[in-house]
T-cell receptor, first 117, second 117 residues
Framework: GAVVSQHPSRVICKSGTSVKIECRSL??????MFWYRQFPKQSLMLMAT?????????EQGVEKDKFLINHASLTLSTLTVTSAHPEDSSFYIC?????????????FGSGTRLTVV | AQKITQTQPGMFVQEKEAVTLDCTYD???????LFWYKQPSSGEMIFLIY??????QNATEGRYSLNFQKARKSANLVISASQLGDSAMYFC??????????????FGGGTRLMVKP
């Protein structure tokens, strides 16, 4: 089945630094990827929709200058948390959308636990 | 209004028994899809089962079945013969066809299932 590889799985960074999270579709081309943020014991909150070769579409309230998304190829989307602060500590998870004869399917990466100290 | 509602924040089930996790949804779109995902403590999102709005029969996948009641707008997940490894968060999600240019998923708040030995 479809596999999405997300790295790193865990990262600790100092306040003020930037962190890049990568999401790769390994055996299919993903023209669209989604980035979510999840706080402990809460649901997934969509941050942005990433489309290959175009600008990401951010959800209301998400700072596009802080959460930079790049989707330069059909298999790779990256999320960069710039000038990270402790309040950015969270679980970030990506999802790639693929279309088959049965319709749309959504495969998730394994997530990245970000801790900003 | 919430598009996806999961009214059970937490549930216990005895090992080997069946359990039903509730999910109700709200949409005026005649074409939509409903998904269930399992999220163990490690964080990855595991796809369990899918039901299309036009599907005539309830979806089944191994020990998972979906009790789809379209008129009531409910899509409950039934897990038969619970196993200890079923302990996890479970999320119901919906994809609407209209007014959803990105074909994104909307998630419910989740239900934490705990299987007792």
């Amino acid at each position: 089945g479809a596999v999405v590889s997300q790295h790193p799985s865990r990262v600790i960074c100092k306040s003020g630094t930037s962190v890049k999270i990568e999401c790769r579709s390994l055996d299919f081309q993903a023209t669209t990827m989604f980035w979510y943020r999840q706080f402990p014991k809460q649901s997934l909150m969509l941050m942005a929709t990433s489309n290959e070769g175009s600008k990401a579409t951010y959800e209301q309230g998400v700072e596009k200058d802080k959460f930079l998304i790049n989707h330069a190829s059909l298999t790779l989307s990256t999320l960069t948390v710039t000038s990270a602060h402790p309040e950015d500590s969270s679980f970030y998870i990506c999802s790639a959308r693929e279309y088959s004869g049965a319709g749309y399917g959504y495969t998730f990466g394994s997530g990245t636990r970000l801790t900003v100290v | 209004a919430q598009k996806i509602t999961q009214t059970q924040p937490g549930m216990f089930v005895q090992e080997k028994e069946a359990v039903t996790l509730d999910c109700t949804y709200d949409t005026s779109d005649p074409s939509y899809g409903l998904f269930w995902y399992k999220q163990p403590s490690s964080g990855e999102m595991i796809f369990l089962i899918y039901q299309g709005s036009y599907d005539q029969q309830n979806a089944t996948e191994g020990r998972y079945s979906l009790n789809f009641q379209k008129a009531r707008k409910s899509a409950n997940l039934v897990i038969s013969a619970s196993q200890l490894g079923d302990s996890a968060m479970y999320f119901c999600a919906m994809r609407e066809a209209l007014n959803n240019a990105g074909n994104m998923l909307t998630f419910g708040g989740g239900t934490r299932l705990m299987v007792k030995p």
